[in-house]
Protein backbone atom coordinates (compact mmCIF):
# COMPACT_ATOMS: atom_id res chain seq x y z
CA UNK A 1 0.00 0.00 0.00
CA UNK A 2 1.64 2.89 -1.05
CA UNK A 3 0.90 6.77 -0.81
CA UNK A 4 2.09 8.35 -3.07
CA UNK A 5 3.28 11.74 -4.17
CA UNK A 6 3.94 13.15 -0.20
CA UNK A 7 7.41 12.88 -0.84
CA UNK A 8 10.09 11.62 -3.59
CA UNK A 9 12.23 9.20 -1.58
CA UNK A 10 9.02 7.22 -0.45
CA UNK A 11 9.86 7.10 3.69
CA UNK A 12 6.72 9.36 4.14
CA UNK A 13 5.39 6.52 2.46
CA UNK A 14 6.84 3.46 4.43
CA UNK A 15 6.10 5.90 7.72
CA UNK A 16 2.60 6.13 6.70
CA UNK A 17 2.08 2.40 6.02
CA UNK A 18 3.80 1.08 8.77
CA UNK A 19 1.57 3.43 10.86
CA UNK A 20 -1.49 2.00 9.23
CA UNK A 21 -0.80 -1.60 9.65
CA UNK A 22 0.65 -0.87 13.37
CA UNK A 23 -2.82 1.00 13.83
CA UNK A 24 -4.52 -2.05 12.29
CA UNK A 25 -2.86 -4.37 14.74
CA UNK A 26 -3.69 -2.40 17.58
CA UNK A 27 -7.10 -2.44 17.05
CA UNK A 28 -7.35 -6.17 16.44
CA UNK A 29 -5.54 -7.03 19.89
CA UNK A 30 -7.76 -4.60 21.58
CA UNK A 31 -10.67 -6.43 20.54
CA UNK A 32 -9.30 -9.58 20.76
CA UNK A 33 -8.53 -8.55 24.68
CA UNK A 34 -12.29 -7.50 25.51
CA UNK A 35 -13.79 -10.41 24.29
CA UNK A 36 -10.89 -12.22 25.73
CA UNK A 37 -11.89 -10.65 28.91
CA UNK A 38 -15.39 -10.92 28.38
CA UNK A 39 -14.98 -14.94 28.33
CA UNK A 40 -12.61 -14.38 31.23
CA UNK A 41 -15.58 -13.41 32.80
CA UNK A 42 -18.49 -15.15 31.88
CA UNK A 43 -15.85 -18.37 32.56
CA UNK A 44 -16.06 -16.93 36.16
CA UNK A 45 -19.66 -16.94 36.37
CA UNK A 46 -20.12 -20.58 35.45
CA UNK A 47 -17.96 -21.12 37.99
CA UNK A 48 -20.42 -19.02 40.10
CA UNK A 49 -23.18 -20.94 38.72
CA UNK A 50 -21.50 -24.70 39.06
CA UNK A 51 -20.70 -23.91 43.05
CA UNK A 52 -24.64 -22.54 42.94
CA UNK A 53 -26.23 -25.61 41.78
CA UNK A 54 -24.10 -28.01 44.38
CA UNK A 55 -26.16 -26.36 47.40
CA UNK A 56 -28.16 -28.21 49.10
CA UNK A 57 -30.83 -25.46 49.15
CA UNK A 58 -32.94 -26.05 45.48
CA UNK A 59 -33.41 -22.22 44.61
CA UNK A 60 -29.81 -22.04 44.66
CA UNK A 61 -29.80 -24.85 42.73
CA UNK A 62 -32.00 -23.81 40.15
CA UNK A 63 -30.20 -20.45 39.88
CA UNK A 64 -26.75 -22.29 39.51
CA UNK A 65 -27.74 -24.04 36.87
CA UNK A 66 -29.58 -20.98 34.93
CA UNK A 67 -26.49 -19.28 35.73
CA UNK A 68 -24.17 -21.81 33.58
CA UNK A 69 -26.77 -22.38 31.24
CA UNK A 70 -26.82 -18.55 29.82
CA UNK A 71 -23.07 -17.93 30.69
CA UNK A 72 -22.69 -21.00 28.47
CA UNK A 73 -24.16 -20.15 25.45
CA UNK A 74 -22.32 -16.25 25.82
CA UNK A 75 -19.37 -18.37 25.06
CA UNK A 76 -20.60 -20.75 23.09
CA UNK A 77 -21.62 -17.53 20.38
CA UNK A 78 -18.45 -15.32 21.01
CA UNK A 79 -16.02 -18.49 21.01
CA UNK A 80 -17.76 -21.66 19.92
CA UNK A 81 -14.02 -23.60 19.67
CA UNK A 82 -12.61 -22.30 23.26
CA UNK A 83 -11.40 -24.98 25.89
CA UNK A 84 -13.99 -24.46 28.07
CA UNK A 85 -13.14 -27.59 30.56
CA UNK A 86 -9.51 -26.21 30.77
CA UNK A 87 -10.72 -22.62 30.78
CA UNK A 88 -13.55 -23.56 33.84
CA UNK A 89 -10.57 -25.28 35.88
CA UNK A 90 -8.12 -22.57 35.66
CA UNK A 91 -10.55 -19.77 36.82
CA UNK A 92 -11.80 -22.25 39.61
CA UNK A 93 -8.10 -22.42 40.94
CA UNK A 94 -7.48 -19.43 40.85
CA UNK A 95 -10.97 -17.81 42.09
CA UNK A 96 -10.50 -16.69 46.02
CA UNK A 97 -13.23 -16.21 48.42
CA UNK A 98 -13.37 -12.30 47.42
CA UNK A 99 -13.26 -12.97 43.68
CA UNK A 100 -15.62 -15.65 43.96
CA UNK A 101 -18.22 -12.47 45.64
CA UNK A 102 -17.53 -10.17 43.82
CA UNK A 103 -18.11 -12.29 40.40
CA UNK A 104 -21.32 -13.70 42.11
CA UNK A 105 -22.85 -10.12 42.23
CA UNK A 106 -21.24 -9.12 39.05
CA UNK A 107 -22.74 -12.63 37.45
CA UNK A 108 -26.08 -11.96 39.59
CA UNK A 109 -26.82 -8.44 38.32
CA UNK A 110 -26.27 -9.16 34.66
CA UNK A 111 -28.31 -12.20 34.43
CA UNK A 112 -31.27 -10.08 36.16
CA UNK A 113 -30.89 -7.30 33.67
CA UNK A 114 -31.24 -9.84 30.95
CA UNK A 115 -34.10 -11.68 32.90
CA UNK A 116 -35.41 -7.56 33.19
CA UNK A 117 -35.50 -7.66 29.21
CA UNK A 118 -37.43 -10.96 28.71
CA UNK A 119 -39.89 -9.78 30.74
CA UNK A 120 -40.00 -6.77 29.26
CA UNK A 121 -40.11 -8.20 25.64
CA UNK A 122 -42.81 -10.78 26.60
CA UNK A 123 -45.15 -8.05 27.54
CA UNK A 124 -44.76 -6.24 24.51
CA UNK A 125 -45.19 -9.36 22.35
CA UNK A 126 -48.24 -9.76 24.68
CA UNK A 127 -49.63 -6.60 23.82
CA UNK A 128 -49.12 -7.04 20.35
CA UNK A 129 -51.44 -10.33 20.35
CA UNK A 130 -54.61 -8.29 21.82
Known sequence: MAFRGFNRS???DALLGAMLI????LAASGRA????ARTVGDVQCIVVGARLS???DQKQRLSGVMLVTYFLGR???RSPNADLEKMIEREAKKMTTSDFAKAARRCGTEFSARG???VRIGKALEQLGK
Not at 22 to 25: E, I, R, S, Y
Open 75 to 77: IDG
Open 22 to 25: LTCV
Open 116 to 118: VEL
Open 33 to 36: GAAN
Open 10 to 12: GEL
Open 54 to 56: DSA
